[in-house]
């Protein structure tokens, strides 16, 4: 009689991560991130206490910038096309959410950082254990980013006019970049 074996699960193939789509997406976030900070503070100046905080966290995202656009030539990763759009798209949230006042501008922050924090988090899932190097970067990078989160709750973001509306279309935006980035 043939020797019969316990049948066993096939063990589940994981995708190598696109770290190309990565890259590109990161750094077009971090992009937008400085331009809305930019934004707000050409409507903001230093008149309000809020705009030191916030001229803080851009300075951050300007760090996390340079690093991802460093990433892109190690990497031969061209960036996104959609730069001229997220040039003017940021910056327009930026001073849109800015004339709304510092509560509005701390709003979109919070809502930025909340889809952020989700989307690194998906990259840490889909790196696994394939890019460490990089999987350190953006656990970095993540951590900051919710401390802006942090921050921007604790300045009042709950309290913006249309708190929910607001960050609710900043959400579906963020995500909307996210997905276009990623391919264009």
Request: glycine share 8%; with cysteine; proline share 7%.
């Amino acid at each position: 009689m043939p020797e019969t074996r316990p049948l066993t699960a096939p063990t589940p193939f994981r995708q190598p991560p696109d770290v190309a789509s990565m890259l590109r997406v990161d750094q077009a976030g971090e992009y937008g991130a400085t331009r809305i900070y930019a934004g707000q503070l050409a409507v903001m100046g230093d008149r309000v206490p809020a705009a030191r905080l916030i001229a803080g966290m851009a300075a951050q995202e300007a760090a996390h910038r340079a690093r991802f656009d460093a990433l892109l030539v190690e990497r031969g990763v061209r960036p996104t096309l959609l730069h001229p759009i997220w040039d003017v798209a940021g910056f327009a949230l930026g001073a849109a959410t800015a004339l709304l006042g510092p509560e509005a501008a701390m709003a979109c922050t919070a809502a930025v950082e909340t889809e952020i924090d989700r989307h690194y988090a998906d990259q840490l899932d889909a790196l696994g254990d394939a890019e460490p190097a990089l999987a350190a970067t953006i656990a970095e990078f993540q951590a900051e980013e919710l401390e802006h989160r942090e921050t921007a709750m604790l300045q009042g973001a709950e309290r913006a006019p249309g708190y929910a509306l607001l960050t609710g279309a900043i959400r579906l935006g963020c995500r909307a970049a996210i997905a276009l980035s990623k391919r264009i």
